[in-house]
């Protein structure tokens, strides 16, 4: 198993929460929420019963539509299972627990019985489908898991110097040279295009192959496409996800949606498709805000905004799905720093997926400056302390930077740090810092 950060999350769950509360860790499929969590009951508790709702037989799922005899219950899992359970030292998970919706109501009468400890794991988020006619417990803490991110994914090659290294370098500010940050975007690009799905980073590990990584995670993406069918037989959502990187592509300053659904606009029906593809966890949605200050989420415009895949591996995939890998230039392309500027919206989508692994929010604002008539796009937007962040993000090494300058004449007052994230070395340009991609995780 790879170690992942999460893992320390959940630790801290059962410290604090003292079988008071269950735990709902949400995620995309394929994610490694089942690997975690069963590695985690392994290592910290006396026994532990998974029951994956996927394969879990009917007699299973049928206990828990009447709870009113616990005792029977637990008796019926152990011999199930043949594990024997030992009060406030065993932990049941719930595995795909969307799958069974009485097993999550549940939750609030087994929490309160106090015995034992639950996890609960949720992908493609149906769940919200599936709980029309339950109560839902007020008893779960809900945690969000997403792909490896860069420092696990350095953790899983070995290294475990590297970014506390440039977490220093950032925090200091000083440059570390551009030899040095010519083999560290190296390494960082294998990143984005391996990703941090578990089982494409094991096959990069095993095999070093980037054809079988490649197909690892078209796997993977054909899994979410059967999955979203399931959820959405008229394959609206499966078309607005596949739409990803050419919308992204096109530059615009949303996500135009007439332009993959037939001229639909984004109306009450579309906004749900778009809510359902969130509950997923395969894709990040930044909104655009009419007012950036530091309470953005109170100017969010839900009908103008901007999809990302969740993982950018997965994304280089997506974006040449129709093509087969050996017509795949961009491996090659990115791997050595060739990318033609047409491609550069990988950069956008990893510093999204860096931002929103952090726990930010993703908002971005575009405007219009009245004198020149020259539409301006600030690409993220932090909120920090009462102040906020502006990025502006590029693929390529040219430190311009008019939409962060046309920005602060706009708005000096609330801006608290200014970032431009570009592929070279890091350094100050007047008040603004320059930082290689692979620093955004420090934002």
Not at 122 to 143: A, C, T
Not at 251 to 258: D, F, V
Not at 357 to 366: P, Q, V
């Amino acid at each position: 198993m790879f170690k992942r950060k999460i893992y320390e999350r959940i630790r801290q769950w059962k410290e604090e929460a003292d079988g008071q509360t269950a735990l709902l860790v949400e995620g995309a499929r394929r994610v490694g929420k089942s690997t975690v969590v069963e590695e985690f009951a392994k290592n910290e508790y006396e026994s532990y019963i998974l029951i994956d709702f996927a394969s879990a037989s009917q007699t299973v799922k049928d206990l828990f539509k009447d709870i009113s005899d616990l005792n029977y219950i637990f008796l019926q899992l152990q011999l199930q299972y043949r594990v024997d359970l030992q009060e406030r030292k065993s932990l049941i998970i719930f595995d795909e627990v969307q799958l069974c919706p009485h097993a999550r109501q549940a939750i609030k009468f087994l929490v309160k019985d106090h015995r034992y400890d639950y996890v609960e794991t949720g992908s493609l988020i149906s769940i919200r489908q599936n709980v029309k006619d339950i109560l839902i417990p007020s008893e779960e803490h809900k945690v969000s898991m997403y792909p490896m991110d860069y420092e696990e994914f350095l953790w899983a090659l070995g290294d475990q110097t590297t970014i506390p290294l440039l977490e220093t370098v950032f925090q200091n500010q000083k440059p570390i040279g551009d030899q040095m940050n010519r083999k560290l975007m190296r390494d960082f690009r294998l990143y984005m295009l391996v990703g941090g799905m578990p089982q494409a980073v094991d096959a990069y590990i095993r095999t070093n192959n980037l054809r079988k990584v490649d197909a690892v995670k078209r796997d993977i993406l054909n899994l979410y496409e059967d999955d979203f069918r399931k959820i959405d037989p008229t394959g609206k959502i499966s078309m607005l996800f596949d739409a990803i990187p050419a919308q992204l592509n096109r530059n615009a300053s949303r996500y135009q949606i007439s332009g993959v659904l037939n001229h639909q606009r984004a109306d009450d029906s579309i906004l749900s498709l778009i809510a359902k593809l969130k509950d997923s966890k395969t894709v990040l949605a930044a909104y655009h805000t009419s007012d950036p200050n530091a309470g953005m989420a109170n100017s969010r415009d839900l009908r103008k905004f901007k999809l990302f895949l969740a993982d950018t591996g997965l994304f280089t995939t997506l974006a040449f799905k129709d093509k087969d890998f050996t017509e795949n230039v961009i491996y090659e392309k990115l791997l050595n720093d060739k990318l033609s500027s047409n491609l550069g919206y990988l950069y956008e989508n990893i510093v999204a997926q860096m931002l929103a692994a952090n726990g930010n929010e993703l908002f971005y604002h575009t405007f219009l400056n009245e004198k020149s008539r020259h539409n301006y796009e600030i690409d993220f937007l932090l909120a920090r302390k009462n102040k906020i962040c502006p990025i502006e993000v590029k693929s390529s090494g040219y430190k311009t930077h008019a939409s962060l300058d046309a920005f602060t004449v706009k708005f000096s007052d609330r801006i608290l740090q200014r970032y431009l994230v570009y592929t070279k070395d890091l350094r100050k340009d007047g008040d603004i810092v320059c930082m290689p991609v692979y620093m955004a995780m420090f934002l």
